[in-house]
């Protein structure tokens, strides 16, 4: 049974930094593709970062330049590094393989307010 646990949200200023991580369990890690996905109240889930098992990146245009993916393979851990957030950016965020495959985890509540 994969098990996917999103942390390291929270409530940051407008212009601050966050950075999320998800652990993954049950699963063969290093041979997927993973992503970052995120949703906001009342809008549809969407996918924000991906990283290929190889370590190619790939980012919503709305993000690009302020957010950077990464992953431990060692760790079964994947990285959401957050910078210059934006009010826009606050949502819930998930992790999931980038086909989305596995089951939802919690995900990690971020809100950006002043």
């Known amino acids: 049974q994969v098990q996917v646990v999103e942390s390291g949200g929270g409530l940051v200023q407008p212009g601050g930094s966050l950075r999320l991580s998800c652990a993954v369990s049950?699963?063969?890690?290093?041979?997927?593709?993973m992503g970052w996905f995120r949703q906001a109240p009342g809008k549809q889930r969407e996918l924000v970062a991906g990283i290929s098992s190889g370590g190619s990146t790939n980012y919503a245009d709305s993000v690009k330049g302020r957010f950077k993916i990464s992953r431990d393979n060692a760790k079964n851990t994947v990285y959401l590094q957050m910078n210059s957030l934006k009010p826009e950016d606050t949502a819930v965020y998930y992790c999931?393989?980038?086909?989305?495959?596995?089951?939802w985890g919690r995900g990690t509540q971020v809100t950006v307010s002043s």
């Open positions: 999931n393989t980038r086909s989305q495959v596995w089951p």
């Open positions: 049950g699963s063969i890690f290093s041979g997927y593709a």
